[in-house]
């Protein structure tokens, strides 16, 4: 069965500190990949996603992450983190043999430190 | 263009108690998916429309949750008898059809069992 992996379940960064969050993917699934944030008793936003071409994709709120097909990731990245940032983070892998579903990442809970 | 609505945003009942979640999808979104998030963890479908038929309900349990999508715009999600188990954020998404790239979600029902 398909499945995305956040090794990361907790991270704690400084205000102002770079910040990666990782994302594994099944090997050899069609890359469609989403990165969404989860707000504190908010529904999911979108940051970003990736379906084909440059693999470093740009979105909201200054984040961005790089796709490597080799290394079956899919990394959230942010140079200066703000401590508006402070939320939860999902990767999300389209799935899409039959009808198209999400496979969501269990998630990876983000604390910013002043 | 508005977003998908849900409500109630809060719900607080006693276990064995019934309970029903309402969803209004975007305008023209022939999809609508339930999800059920536990704390600390990633949204599970657990139910698929497209328009008013199931297209997926291999995840819901069907002893005591049941969805319908009558008119195919707006859906009801309930839960008869509740357990403390099912103590989780309910989302509701929409999208254009079952082949879309992206669902769009509602901001989710906090549901407390005690």
């Known amino acids: 069965a398909q499945s995305v992996t956040q090794p990361d379940i907790h991270i704690t960064v400084s205000e102002g500190a770079s910040l990666e969050l990782r994302c594994n993917y099944s090997?050899?699934?069609?890359?469609?990949l989403f990165w969404y944030v989860q707000s504190p008793g908010q529904g999911l936003q979108l940051l970003l996603k990736?379906?084909?071409?440059?693999?470093l994709v740009q979105g909201i709120k200054g984040f961005e992450a790089e796709f490597k097909r080799s290394q079956s990731s899919f990394n959230l990245r942010k140079p200066s983190v703000h401590w508006s940032d402070a939320a939860e983070y999902f990767c999300?892998?389209?799935?899409?043999?039959?009808?198209?579903?999400?496979?969501f990442g269990t998630g990876t809970r983000l604390k910013v430190l002043a | 263009e508005a977003g998908v609505a849900q409500s109630p945003r809060y719900k607080i009942i006693e276990k064995r108690q019934s309970v029903a979640f309402w969803c209004n999808p975007i305008?023209?979104?022939?999809?609508l998916y339930w999800y059920q998030q536990i704390l600390g963890q990633g949204p599970k479908l657990l139910i698929q429309?497209?328009?008013?038929?199931?297209?997926?309900d291999s995840q819901l349990p069907k002893d005591r949750f049941s969805a319908e999508r009558l008119k195919g715009v707006d859906s009801t999600l309930k839960i008869q008898p509740a357990k403390l188990e099912d103590s989780a954020v309910y989302l509701c998404?929409?999208?254009?059809?079952?082949?879309?790239?992206?669902?769009?979600f509602g901001p989710g029902t906090r549901l407390t069992v005690t």
């Open positions: 090997y050899g699934a069609t890359p469609y």
């Open positions: 998404a929409s999208s254009l059809t079952t082949i879309s790239y992206e669902q769009y």
């Open positions: 999300v892998h389209l799935a899409t043999s039959g009808t198209y579903k999400y496979i």
């Open positions: 429309f497209q328009n008013n038929g199931v297209v997926d």
């Open positions: 305008s023209g979104h022939a999809t």
């Open positions: 990736y379906f084909s071409g440059d693999t």
